[in-house]
């Protein structure tokens, strides 16, 4: 299982190894750390760590030996893979129908991030949005092409997707 | 040879530069022993010369003295063993190229061809015809000019399971997006390509995507071994790129290409956003693709996606490989 933890460790030299060697030693493999000096709670310092566990047991360990060594466990959870897709749309419409048409599509999909920028140009002229969405599956995926592909078909507007 | 354009006269060229190496390899030279353009033809049962071919039709425009209407009249006068078909594609009907490549194979004869629209309109029909009658049908200059994608995914890749491929297969609406990449509109790229001699004067074919259609079909039946023809293509051009959208994309360090993407589910070509940095986000007038296996995981691959020695450089290769495989039967 994939976890990620924010842990916050006293700031004293040694303390960064000290908090992450725990998960060597309960069979783990760090995929990422963030050692961030600039987030300071009662003089200990954030480490942010995301590692592999083989099960809930190995974790239970984990945090026991985190807790007897004085390393403070502010947040944890599973990490889960997101899928992301980009799309651009050129014509004529307005960031309502943007709005109404990123709506629709998480009725049709489960979207967990959406963000979009556009153009300069007005909406009485051909504009062109540029959408960043993020799910969970890549059937997800698919089903948000197959929408909006549907979608600008219907309304005469020109659909990009990325790779 | 039907068909002495361009590609025809590039591969007379090719096969005068390279004829001390095919006498080498085989003990027999490649006897060209008719040749046609779109209205006469020359013949020689001892072979032609191939230089004095494009010499005479640089200087007359004619590559024979002998006028003729029908090519599968021309081609049952004459004693071959292969056919070279260059004629130019009628993605419509297939054209005259069909009917050469068809009287070929019907004749029990080799084909080698550039020929996009026989190969969308009836591959299926062409391939059953050259298997019937033992026949060797090759096509590698059909898709992607000088980049081997055919004959890599037939032979090179022979024991992957291949999941998808997307490519850059229009070296024109290449040229006129990267133009786009640096600041010009739609109008203005699309002229230059005219200028340059990339896009022809009615340049549909390619800025519409039928051209990369034709060639997504191509691969999807040799490669997918699928059936389907250039009306099973889902086809957006790039008519519709506004410099506003090829900044936007900029802005997200993207750009935007002409992909066909072909895999056993999808078969596709439509503009997409690709991230700076990745294969198939090259400039200029190359061709580019990714196969994705089960093994390999994805191959990139790109070249020169028309011209003159270009498209013969593939011909060439095909020549060489059913000589091989003459050479081992």
């Known amino acids: 299982m994939l976890v990620n933890a924010e842990l916050y460790v006293k700031d004293l030299p040694g303390q960064l190894v000290d908090s992450l060697t725990p998960i060597s030693m309960v069979d783990g493999n760090i995929t990422a750390v963030v050692h961030d000096r600039e987030q300071i709670v009662n003089q200990r310092i954030c480490v942010n760590v995301t590692f592999e566990v083989a099960d809930n047991k190995g974790l239970d360990r984990l945090k026991a030996i ?42 049709v999909v489960s979207l967990e991030s959406s963000d979009v920028s556009y153009s300069s140009k007005n909406a009485t002229s051909t504009r062109t949005a540029m959408i960043t969405a993020e799910v969970l599956t890549p059937e997800d995926l698919e089903k948000l092409d197959r929408f909006f592909r549907s979608a600008c078909r219907e309304s005469g507007i020109v659909y990009i997707r990325g790779l | 040879m039907a068909g002495f354009g361009t590609v025809g006269q590039g591969f007379a060229e090719v096969l005068a530069l390279r004829k001390d190496f095919i006498k080498e390899r085989y003990g027999e030279d490649a006897r ?38 029908d090519s599968v009249e021309v081609m049952k006068s004459v ?100 133009k786009m990449d640096n600041g010009q509109t739609f109008e203005q790229a699309l002229k230059e390509a005219q200028q340059m001699g990339y896009a022809e004067t009615d340049p549909t074919n390619d800025i519409e995507g039928y051209d990369s259609a034709c060639k997504a079909v191509i691969l999807a039946n040799s490669v997918f071994g699928r059936d389907v023809t250039f009306s099973d293509v889902e086809i957006t051009g790039i008519s519709s790129i506004t410099s506003e959208a090829i900044a936007l994309a900029a802005a997200n360090n993207m750009v935007i290409r002409l992909i066909g993407e072909v895999s056993p589910t999808k078969l596709e070509v439509s503009p997409r956003l690709i991230p ?18 089960d093994l390999a995981g994805p191959i990139s691959i790109s070249g020169r996606g028309a011209g003159r020695k270009e498209t013969a450089s593939a011909i060439l290769s095909d020549l060489i490989a059913i000589m091989d495989d003459r050479k081992r039967t």
């Open chain 2, 79 to 178: 004693e071959f063993d292969l056919l070279v078909e260059v004629s130019p594609t009628d993605v419509k009907t297939g054209g005259a190229g069909l009917k050469s490549i068809t009287f070929a194979l019907e004749s029990k004869k080799d084909v080698i061809t550039v020929n996009k629209g026989p190969l969308a309109l009836k591959f299926g029909e062409l391939v059953s015809l050259a298997r019937k009658n033992r026949c060797k049908f090759r096509f590698e200059g059909s898709v992607g000019g000088a980049m081997p994608i055919i004959n890599l995914c037939h032979e090179n890749l022979v024991g992957e399971k291949i999941a998808s491929i997307r490519g850059i297969f229009n070296g024109t609406c290449n040229y006129i997006l990267s």
């Open chain 2, 32 to 69: 060209l022993v008719c040749v046609m353009d779109s209205s006469t033809y020359a013949a020689d049962p001892d072979g032609l010369d191939p230089l004095e071919l494009v010499a005479r039709k640089k200087s007359t425009g004619k590559v024979g003295d002998v006028r003729y209407q």
């Open chain 1, 66 to 107: 985190w807790k007897s060594k004085d390393v403070m466990i502010a947040r944890m959870g599973s990490v889960y893979e997101t899928h992301t897709m980009e799309y651009m749309l050129i014509g004529k419409f307005s960031a309502a129908n943007v709005e109404k048409l990123l709506e629709e599509a998480s009725n």
């Open chain 2, 276 to 293: 700076k940095g990745h294969p198939l986000s090259i400039a200029g007038t190359l061709n580019a693709a990714q196969i994705v296996s």
